[in-house]
């Protein structure tokens, strides 16, 4: 017996590691597509390859696990496939600031082909740290199927599905205004900008009519610094300030150009600032549409680092003086000169606080530039319109369902995704220029280190370099430097892991996928662009349920970061608390669509709870004393019958809560069975019921407490997996490992209803007696006296059996006998209901002691709580919505709780009135 006990104290650092690496070895996480067993999978979001495990990422990989633990033990061909993500600008960066730090060295130093060699180096040596600390976590993933968005057959999914969107008409090339990070130099996605408010400057900028100079048109422009690349000014054609001036000319200041006045209702509000605006195509995206429709020129006059281009200048024609002032200046230092030079020529009329956003990128925080570059673009709208439909027909279910209309809003105006990346990290564009045929269009560096593709060279796309041109039959080529935005890779990740486009038997057995688990600020980089890409190489759905979790925020509510000292490193409450600890608490926490407020308390709390099933356990095991007798559960007593009945109901609960992915609800069904009704009630019960451990009770028992409590460990385990296989492997039970035993199913049959009612009004009895001795201060080892006054026959012949019972519970001395009216002054009842009647429960410590002051506060304090109780009952009662909407089952619970609360603070009160006569007489 000695092997099958536990040490004193739970010490994670003990179970985890062991566990974890048993569970490998057995090759438990392992799916296989011929496993009769039915599908069930999920593919994981792809951490980064640089990525470190934060708060956010255990939430995410804690709901993925309890999910497909859930369904493993459930018998279901259960595939968690895991995977990194290759994160283009990421990675990039990292390495390039270790060649400088160690070896003073760029990435042009090295060169394109040695500079990523580097940085697969490092991806080989330093990257996919997370990847142990998710295994760190419990994450029960299919390890041996580890994918990678930049491995071979990975890299063969991106090019097959770029040809053929190419062919498709749906990938072009084109030179529009882009997101440009001027620190990364590379495109960016429309949501690959962060917006943020901030405080701008509106100026008024003057500019003269080409035919009247002492005639000037006012602009209101927050940029002025691109100004100098304007190419007209728009004005409402509705507009009588200004629609008679359509078609004249401008002269544009601190330039030699006339620019045209148009009319464009779209573009002008005629209630902002002046009411005319400039248009400036190259460098405005609005202003970009308007040039479309008024075939204006487009002028850059900044480079990809975001300075004033010399060159770009000259061709907008900016004055010579103006351009030595200006030229290579960062735009922040270039605008106080234009402002300066404007002001000073006497066109800049007023400068007004004015509030804007401002888009940066959402990796440096750079402030992003609108460029004009030729790149690479999705045509999205096609893809669209299939991915909206999946959603509105309900072959998706997005999770909760109150952002479907986000996610529909964002789909029906989504705009063409620029998927070209100015970076070497990545997936390079499959399309090469023959230089014979784009001599012009391949611009190299002085270096002849690195090349730009202009605008009009022709691409030829394939997925391997060709051998000859089709056009000239020449055999020289240079491939597009670019590199695929790092969510086209993702955006396949559902199918191209499972080995597509070959017809593997994973694709066919795991493919589509049974759940996605996501945050919501990655619903439209990945989740809308995995099912408009399943939709289109599949024809099948990438997943049928998508549930999206909020956020982990401080106590506060506030977003956590370093700066502000506010984060919850996930490693160090694992090393302090446990990894279950860990897990439960961000289970119990991840309420739909409400972000989490974390504390550290709440995960300590956990802490406690496993040391309460570690606790409970110790107690079972010390009490095993050999093979449990097998008998009927007919023949146990109602306290066995009733763990029973609660632990049966308590299965169903969670099963239903899970498949409704309420993994809060269901965490607390589990925390409210395991602590309150199986810790503090049944074991208090049991141990009773096994004072003489030779006697028959005793033995039926023991076997109850072994069997109810292995359910109740499967039941739990996907929630904490490493206490319960540590405990469970130490308790008589089938099979090798609690990951892999079958998960409860509930049974009806064993469902008493007439036995937890009974056991309902005795734990009320008992309740009141422990809370009247906490409230009178009555140590444990204080002797104190109780009696029990029921109200009718009913009563009495329901508590009588139980007397002896309820005191060995309660710790009572002594039972008061005598008439009540016997009972020391100054001693008041608390009012217990049962059945139709009700009890009144007196505790005293000795004869003649009782505090009468003491008692009035306590119970004043317990009818004010009554008088809240029984107000918040009433109006639910009085509320024709709740009445009409309510299940039955909650209306008639109410209503019976406003009754019993009605009941006992009318017998309150007059209990108060009857100790103030007292103290009134004896004061």
Request: charge should be neutral.
């Amino acid at each position: 017996m000695a092997s099958r006990q536990l040490e004193k104290t739970y010490d994670p650092k003990q179970v985890e590691e062991r566990w974890y690496q048993f569970w490998i070895e057995k090759g438990y996480f392992h799916a296989s597509a011929d496993d009769p067993g039915t599908p069930y999978s999920i593919v994981i979001p792809p951490p980064n390859v640089t990525g470190s495990l934060h708060i956010g990422h255990a939430l995410n990989n804690s709901l993925q696990d309890i999910l497909i633990r859930w369904r493993r033990m459930q018998g279901r061909n259960a595939l968690w496939m895991p995977g990194m993500d290759h994160a283009g600008i990421a990675t990039q960066n990292v390495v390039e600031r270790q060649l400088m730090a160690e070896e003073g060295l760029s990435r042009d130093d090295l060169g394109r082909d040695n500079f990523i060699q580097r940085v697969w180096n490092w991806k080989n040596t330093s990257g996919g740290v997370i990847l142990q600390q998710l295994k760190r976590l419990g994450a029960s993933c299919d390890w041996d199927r580890l994918r990678f968005t930049m491995d071979e057959g990975l890299s063969k999914a991106v090019r097959e599905v770029f040809v053929r969107l190419h062919e498709d008409g749906l990938i072009y090339r084109g030179e529009r205004l882009i997101n440009w990070c001027p620190r990364c130099l590379t495109a960016l996605s429309d949501i690959e900008v962060e917006h943020e408010e901030t405080k701008g400057k509106l100026y008024h900028i003057e500019y003269p009519l080409s035919d009247a100079p002492n005639t000037r048109l006012v602009v209101a422009t927050t940029r002025p610094e691109t100004m100098l690349g304007d190419t007209a000014v728009a004005v409402h054609p509705e507009d009588p300030r200004y629609n008679h001036l359509i078609g004249k000319k401008v002269r544009l200041p601190l330039t030699s150009r006339d620019i045209p006045i148009v009319g464009d209702p779209i573009l002008v509000d005629r209630e902002f600032g002046t009411g005319a605006v400039k248009i400036t195509p190259g460098h405005d995206f609005n202003d970009f549409e308007a040039g479309e429709r008024h075939h204006l020129p487009r002028l850059s006059i900044l480079d990809r680092h975001a300075r004033m281009d010399p060159a770009g200048l000259r061709v907008a024609a900016v004055e010579e003086p103006v351009i030595s002032e200006i030229a290579s200046l960062a735009v922040g230092k270039a605008r106080p000169k234009i402002e300066h030079l404007l002001k000073a020529r006497g066109f800049l009329t007023k400068v007004e606080d004015h509030k804007m956003a401002l888009g940066k990128c959402y990796r440096c925080k750079t402030i992003v530039e609108p460029y004009l570059s030729p790149q690479w673009f999705v045509k999205i709208k096609p893809l669209a319109e299939p991915a909206i439909k999946a959603v509105e027909d309900g072959r998706i279910r997005l999770i909760p369902e109150a952002w479907v209309n986000n996610y529909l809003g964002w789909m029906r105006d989504i705009k063409d995704w620029c998927i070209s990346r100015q970076i070497w990290w990545g997936h390079q564009i499959p399309a090469w220029y023959c230089r014979s045929c784009n001599e012009d269009a391949i611009l190299e560096t002085a270096s002849k280190k690195s090349f730009t593709i202009a605008a009009n060279a022709k691409p030829i796309v394939a997925r391997a370099a060709p051998a000859h041109c089709p056009d000239c039959s020449g055999g020289e080529f240079i491939r597009d430097p670019d590199v695929l935005d790092t969510w086209f890779s993702s955006a396949l990740w559902p199918f191209s892991t499972l080995g597509w486009p070959e017809q593997t038997p994973e694709l066919k057995t795991f493919y589509p996928t049974s759940t996605l688990v996501t945050g919501l600020d990655i619903l439209f980089f990945w989740v809308a662009r995995m099912i408009m890409m399943g939709l289109k190489f599949t024809g099948k759905v990438p997943f049928s349920d998508v549930y999206i979790h909020a956020l982990v925020r401080d106590v506060e509510g506030q977003k956590m970061s370093k700066s502000k000292g506010n984060v919850i490193d996930p490693l160090s409450v694992m090393d302090q608390y446990g990894t279950d600890a860990l897990r439960f608490t961000l289970a119990s926490m991840a309420s739909p669509g409400r972000d989490i407020k974390l504390a550290e308390e709440r995960i300590e709390g956990y802490r406690n709870f496993a040391n309460k099933i570690w606790n409970a356990a110790r107690f079972i095991l010390m009490n095993l004393e050999g093979p449990p007798a097998k008998s009927s559960v007919t023949n146990r007593s109602d306290d066995d019958k009733w763990i029973i009945s609660r632990l049966q109901r308590t299965i169903h609960t969670v099963a239903t809560l899970l498949e409704e992915y309420r993994f809060d609800e269901a965490a607390n069904a589990l925390y409210h069975f395991i602590w309150h009704e199986y810790c503090d009630q049944y074991i208090e019960r049991a141990k009773l019921a096994m004072t003489d451990k030779q006697s028959p009770q005793a033995e039926l028992t023991r076997t109850n407490l072994v069997e109810s409590f292995e359910t109740m460990l499967r039941l739990l385990h996907p929630f904490m997996p490493y206490i319960t296989e540590e405990i469970w492997q130490k308790l008589p039970h089938i099979g090798e490992s609690i990951t892999v035993a079958p998960y409860p199913t509930p049974n009806d049959d064993l469902i008493d209803e007439v036995i937890e009612q009974e056991h309902e009004k005795e734990q009320r009895v008992v309740a009141s007696v422990t809370s009247a001795t906490t409230a009178q201060g009555i140590s444990p080892s204080q002797n104190f006296w109780i009696a029990i006054v029921p109200s009718d026959d009913e009563v009495k012949n329901f508590l009588e059996p139980r007397e002896l019972k309820i005191m060995s519970l309660t710790r009572a001395s002594e039972l008061w006998k005598g008439k009540s009216d016997n009972i020391p002054n100054g001693a008041s009842p608390n009012i217990v209901v049962i059945g139709g009647g009700h009890a009144e429960i007196f505790v005293w410590a000795q004869k003649g002691t009782i505090d009468i002051a003491k008692e009035i506060s306590r119970k004043e304090k317990r009818h004010r709580d009554l008088s809240i109780q029984i107000e918040q009952r009433q109006k639910k009662l009085s509320n024709p919505d709740f009445v009409a909407n309510a299940p039955p089952h909650v209306i008639e619970k109410t209503r019976k709780e406003h009754e019993e609360y009605c009941l006992e603070g009318e017998k309150l009160s007059q209990e108060l009135r009857r100790l103030r006569e007292m103290e009134r007489k004896t004061g």
